[in-house]
T-cell receptor, first 111, second 114 residues
Framework: RKEVEQDPGPFNVPEGATVAFNCTYS??????FFWYRQDCRKEPKLLMS???SGNEDGRFTAQLNRASQYISLLIRDSKLSDSATYLC????????????FGGGTRVLVKP | EPEVTQTPSHQVTQMGQEVILRCVPI?????FYWYRQILGQKVEFLVS????????KSEIFDDQFSVERPDGSNFTLKIRSTKLEDSAMYFC????????????FGPGTRLTVT
């Protein structure tokens, strides 16, 4: 089983719509969770951390479900500029901040 | 805003040749990382480096790879004898201290082995 699994997509989203997708992780001892954004052939950039209580940053909402070992990302009022690949990232416990990436979920926002 | 820089942006080399990929982390950062991403695949951890030594390395980071911080600013990844399967984007990242969770990535070096 892969350490971090994501639906590769693409999710085709009309501008202004809401899109949500999940990521599952296999290591129950994982301690830190993040969503990164990656544009084509560019470096990953931190979008937001994911906290146990769930957290929101503008139009983006992240949730963590430790019992089922998944995290989710919801994007409201999608903008054309939200088109990117969203990477689920996990830091296993005592991993020295080594990031474990999922394969990414591609989102395409269309007018 | 400080940023991680990497050179070259694109390196083409022949199989069996040695390459050195260079990174300049953010100046007050203490922990450094190399990741790679084969085209169409996920980003994979290669190695972490702190206090002038390797903290952790992945299975990918075999004897053909080495890292070095030759001076106070550069952080290099050397691939001794490149293989076709080494073709990938190589990203350098850094963090200021061990409690930091946001890794700052450089723009990457695209390595093409022919």
């Amino acid at each position: 089983r892969k350490e971090v699994e994501q639906d590769p997509g693409p999710f085709n989203v009309p501008e202004g719509a809401t899109v949500a997708f999940n990521c599952t992780y296999s290591n129950s001892a994982s301690q830190s969770f993040f969503w990164y954004r990656q544009d084509c052939r560019k470096e990953p950039k931190l979008l937001m951390s994911v906290y146990s209580s769930g957290n929101e940053d503008g139009r983006f909402t992240a949730q963590l479900n430790r019992a089922s070992q998944y995290i989710s990302l919801l994007i409201r009022d999608s903008k054309l500029s939200d088109s990117a690949t969203y990477l689920c990232v996990v830091i296993p416990r005592a991993a020295g901040n080594k990031l474990t990436f999922g394969g990414g979920t591609r989102v395409l926002v269309k007018p | 805003e400080p940023e991680v820089t990497q050179t070259p942006s694109h390196q083409v080399t022949q199989m069996g040749q040695e390459v050195i990929l260079r990174c300049v982390p953010i100046s007050n950062h203490l922990y450094f990382y190399w990741y790679r991403q084969i085209l169409g695949q996920k980003v994979e951890f290669l190695v972490s480096f702190y206090n002038n030594e390797i903290s952790e390395k992945s299975e990918i980071f075999d004897d053909q790879f080495s890292v070095e911080r030759p001076d106070g600013s550069n952080f290099t990844l050397k691939i001794r004898s490149t293989k076709l399967e080494d073709s990938a984007m190589y990203f350098c990242a850094s963090i200021p201290h061990g409690d930091s969770y946001e890794q700052y990535f450089g723009p990457g070096t695209r390595l093409t082995v022919t």
